[in-house]
């Protein structure tokens, strides 16, 4: 199987996972930081990929998301964004919405 494969196959098998620098209880950017606070707050459980212990998965998966950067997000199999558009979607109360429906699957 391929990288590029095996990525989409964790993102399908996954319906809350984030790709980020570190870990939820070791974030190693800032970024990744504030993208696990905001999920955090929604109350769900997520999977995460430490893109740092992985260069073959920080070096494909812009391609699989077409994001450059990361933190990376997907929900329910589809590429949410990253670090900006994850807190706007948290500010609003999208991305609550987003997540709280995967609950009922």
């Known amino acids: 199987m391929s990288i590029i494969d095996e990525l989409k196959q964790q993102i399908a098998d996954n319906k809350i996972i984030l ?16 993208t696990v606070q905001a999920l955090k707050a929604c109350g769900e459980p997520f999977a995460f990929v ?10 494909n998966l ?4 077409n994001w450059p950067t990361f933190p990376q997000l997907f ?3 589809e ?15 999208e991305l609550q919405q987003m997540i709280k ?5």
Do not use: H, T, W
């Open 101 to 105: 429906p995967s609950n009922d699957n």
């Open 75 to 77: 929900i329910n199999g």
């Open 19 to 34: 790709f980020m620098k570190g870990s939820p209880d070791m974030p190693q950017c800032g970024f990744s930081a504030k």
């Open 62 to 65: 812009p391609s699989v998301a």
């Open 50 to 59: 430490d893109i740092l212990a992985d260069p073959e998965v920080r070096a």
């Open 79 to 93: 590429f949410v964004g990253g670090c900006d558009i994850v807190l706007e979607l948290y500010e609003s109360g």
